[in-house]
Each structure stands twice: as C-alpha cells, then as structure tokens.
C-alpha cells in the first residue's frame, strides 16, 4: 500500500514543524510545508495531486481560498485549520471540516479519511 500523500499549508514555523512531524509518524508523505499559496498552486501545477490537503486559512494576511478552491476542483480533500471559528469561513465551504487550532491529529486524519489506523 502506498503512503498518502498530504499537502500542508502553515505559515506559522513551529505549528507547521509539528504537523508535519505527527503525520510522517503516522506514515504519511508530507509535502510542504508551505507558508504561502503560491508556491503550492506552483507544486499543484507541476506534480500529481495530493491525496488531501491541511490548509490554515490566514497565511501571513492572506487567505488560502484560492489554493483550497483549486484542490477541491481536482477532488482533493481538504481540511481548513484556524485560530477563528468556522463562521468566518465563506458559506461555500460549509461542507469542509474546519478545525480549530491547536488541532489534534487523529480528527485531522479521520477528517481526511485516512481514520484513526494511520495514528501512532
């Protein structure tokens, strides 16, 4: 079986340091992390698509809807982490999983589908 293969968007050095270390302990590929939209549309350009996507909605002032609405266009699962609550989304997204921060991994995967067998 092949690892999943997660994108993770954060700008914030540390979080983003945990994350990624949480989910390679749990068997999943991470790429990224990325601290802004840009340079992941860029990957998505030129790489195939990941099997879902942790993206923090505010990077750095700038908001992660356009990166998340390309991923959803491609039939990528995505969840949304913020220091906000979920209201503060757009009303489009109402079907995605909205996590607040700090988050804890196992609900990251279950949100993903990848379930609580991917967990240390």
């Known amino acids: ?3 999943p293969r997660i994108m993770l968007v954060e700008d ?3 979080i983003a340091h945990a994350v990624r270390k949480m989910l390679e302990s749990s068997g999943i590929v991470v790429i990224g992390p ?3 939209v840009r340079p992941a549309l860029d990957w998505l350009d030129n790489e195939p698509r990941p099997d879902g ?3 923090d909605v505010n990077l750095a002032e700038q ?3 356009s990166l998340a ?4 266009e491609l039939g990528v699962r995505i969840v949304f982490t913020t220091g ?6 757009p009303a489009r997204y109402a079907g995605v999983t909205c996590l607040q921060k700090p988050v804890r991994i196992a609900r990251v995967l279950e949100a993903l ?3 609580s067998s991917m967990s240390p």
């Open 1 to 3: 079986m092949t690892a």
């Open 12 to 14: 914030e050095f540390l």
């Open 34 to 36: 990325y601290p802004a």
């Open 53 to 55: 996507a942790i993206l």
């Open 63 to 65: 908001r992660v809807f």
């Open 69 to 72: 609405d390309r991923l959803l």
């Open 84 to 89: 906000y609550d979920a209201s503060s989304l």
């Open 113 to 115: 589908g990848l379930g």
